[in-house]
């Protein structure tokens, strides 16, 4: 009998405080950074580590190794007078034999989750910046009101996420933030992805018009700008979601009638299946 693919062999994952994370873990995760980064070293990792909240591990149940993790900051910031919570995701890696596994995104929801139980009263953003079109089509797939938006957001929502999504940038990165192109830019010395970020192909921007408007407000993506985009965890979408979620399982796996346009004309791999890589310092 053959051995099952590597994808499809169990993992365990679980959320760490940054306090919890043990020498042998931080060990794993540097082995598996290093092998997907360039312009990198311990030092560098250890210090943007220990300004996280905590992370997410990924481990194969058969002998506990670490094949992924996610990192996580948690932190309020004031925007017109009102206080903003919100989740910043930093370093996102998955070792390529373990692409297409859900257990990462699963436990990062159940995150969102249970942060946003935890002040129920005050408004809940996830904030993720995005060299590539990838985690920008991971928003918009997974979330209902988010910045920046093709068709932009009803009720002045647009206008109120750019000035918090301006907000978080100024307090995490003051020093790269470009307010008037609304981009980040860490300069040629940035740590950064072995080999290419994935192409934009016009193909591509006909099949789905969330890459074109990527490539509109990131023109420089192929130097390594990065966007900064905010997705709001509001009662709204946890309650659209409800309804949505079963919905879209049931045309996933039992009609077999649902897949995010574009997905067919990329080449390369499924738009989960990459890793990006965002800083706090």
Not at 209 to 230: D, K, M, Y
Request: with cysteine.
């Amino acid at each position: 009998m053959s051995k099952p693919a590597a994808h499809k062999e169990k993992v365990s994952t679980f959320f760490r405080p940054i306090s919890a994370v043990t020498v042998s873990h931080i060990k794993q995760m540097y082995d598996l950074y290093a092998s997907f980064y360039e312009n990198t070293s311990l030092d560098v990792f250890l210090s943007d580590l220990s300004k996280k909240s905590g992370v997410i591990l990924v481990t194969r149940k058969a002998d506990d190794r670490i094949v992924g993790f996610s990192t996580q900051t948690f932190f309020d910031i004031q925007v017109d007078g009102q206080r903003v919570r919100g989740i910043f995701s930093g370093d996102t890696i998955v070792e390529p034999a373990y692409w297409g596994n859900n257990a990462l995104a699963n436990t990062f929801y159940r995150r969102l989750i249970i942060e946003r139980i935890k002040r129920p009263f005050t408004p809940f953003y996830w904030f993720l910046i995005s060299k590539g079109y990838k985690t920008y089509l991971l928003m918009t797939n997974n979330f209902y009101n988010y910045y920046p938006k093709v068709d932009g957001n009803r009720g002045g929502r647009n206008e109120r996420y750019q000035r918090i999504t301006e907000s978080y940038c100024e307090q995490l990165f003051p020093a790269y933030f470009d307010k008037d192109k609304m981009l980040l830019d860490f300069g040629e010395d940035y740590v950064r992805l072995k080999g290419d970020v994935a192409g934009i192909t016009p193909e591509l921007k006909a099949a789905n018009r969330h890459i074109a408007f990527f490539e509109q407000v990131n023109p420089s993506w192929r130097r390594g700008t990065e966007v900064p985009c905010l997705a709001a965890c509001d009662y709204e979408s946890l309650l659209r979601s409800v309804v949505d979620v079963p919905w879209k399982w049931i045309r996933k796996h039992l009609l077999g009638t649902h897949r995010p346009a574009g997905l067919d004309v990329h080449a390369g791999k499924p738009l989960h299946e990459g890793v990006e890589q965002t800083r706090t310092s």
